[in-house]
């Protein structure tokens, strides 16, 4: 339970640290923004025309009577949106730290500086093109494994009771997880953590990560909040990648002032 506690700590610490170092706030929100213009438009088109899709997809059920062809087809719609909205909280962070890479190495890079005891921050050595493509491909090995558990607990949800009160608990931790993984890989990513370490070490601290990752994820189910949350969720993801890997952390506030003790570990 105190690793709980202290993983909701990390989140409110990055999005305090963030309050404090306004200046970046803007710069961390850009690509926010522009997932967020590519989502909706994606959610739009398939609320427009998402019904004449189910009816192209299913010919077999042309000549069938009413009312069972447009409930059927009706059902399918529902689901594919439900499908959509699901997929899109499972992806955005990844997508969003995708488009985002260079802003957001910057912005981790000045919070481990800030709350490091000699002022420096790990750097991976690599050009940019070469952690564009490390960070694409372990996203979309992250976004697999997110997509097989996804299908999982939506085939699960259709379980009487069960269905409708534990898997969907289930599902906001198994989401909190691959959030937190995304969130904390560009800070790991830095200091050569490959994903397979990754998500051992993720693993190994399951009640810090819901604890950052779950709330996290519930916040992102309103609409237009992930975006204003992702820099400090930036922020809070590289404090608590320093605790994952037991190094010494001094304060959270402004840089150069107050440097106060936090935790280093839980």
Do not use: C, N
């Not at 558990?149 to 009487?160: K, M, R």
């Not at 599902?171 to 994903?195: I, P």
Request: hydrophobic share 50%; aromatic share 12%; no cysteine.
């Amino acid at each position: 339970m105190h690793d709980l506690g202290a993983g909701f700590s990390y989140l409110l610490k990055g999005q305090r640290w963030m309050a404090r170092h306004g200046r970046h706030y803007g710069f961390g929100l850009i690509p926010g923004l522009i997932t967020l213009v590519l989502y909706v438009a994606v959610l739009v088109a398939l609320a427009l025309w998402g019904g004449d899709f189910v009816g192209w997809a299913t010919p077999f059920a042309d000549d069938w009577s009413s009312p069972w062809q447009g409930l059927f087809r009706g059902f399918l719609t529902a689901v594919l949106f439900v499908l959509a909205l699901l997929l899109s909280v499972l992806t955005f962070t990844a997508v969003t730290l995708l488009i985002g890479q260079p802003f957001y190495e910057t912005l981790s890079e000045k919070v481990d500086r800030d709350i490091s005891p000699d002022g420096t921050a790990p750097e991976s050595g690599l050009p940019l093109w070469r952690e564009l493509w490390i960070s694409a491909r372990d996203s979309l090995r992250v976004l697999v494994r997110a997509l097989l558990w996804g299908v999982l607990l939506f085939a699960l949800g259709f379980l009487p009771f069960v269905g409708q009160t534990v898997i969907p608990v289930i599902g906001f931790f198994v989401t909190g997880f691959f959030l937190t993984e995304e969130l904390t890989a560009v800070a790991l990513q830095r200091r050569g953590v490959d994903l397979r370490a990754r998500l051992t070490l993720l693993r190994s601290r399951k009640t810090l990560v819901w604890g950052f990752g779950t709330p996290l994820g519930l916040s992102f189910l309103v609409p237009f909040v992930a975006v204003f949350l992702m820099p400090g969720a930036v922020a809070g993801a590289t404090m608590m990648a320093r605790d994952l890997l037991g190094e010494e952390t001094e304060g959270d506030g402004e840089e150069g002032e107050g440097r106060g003790a936090v935790s280093g570990g839980s």
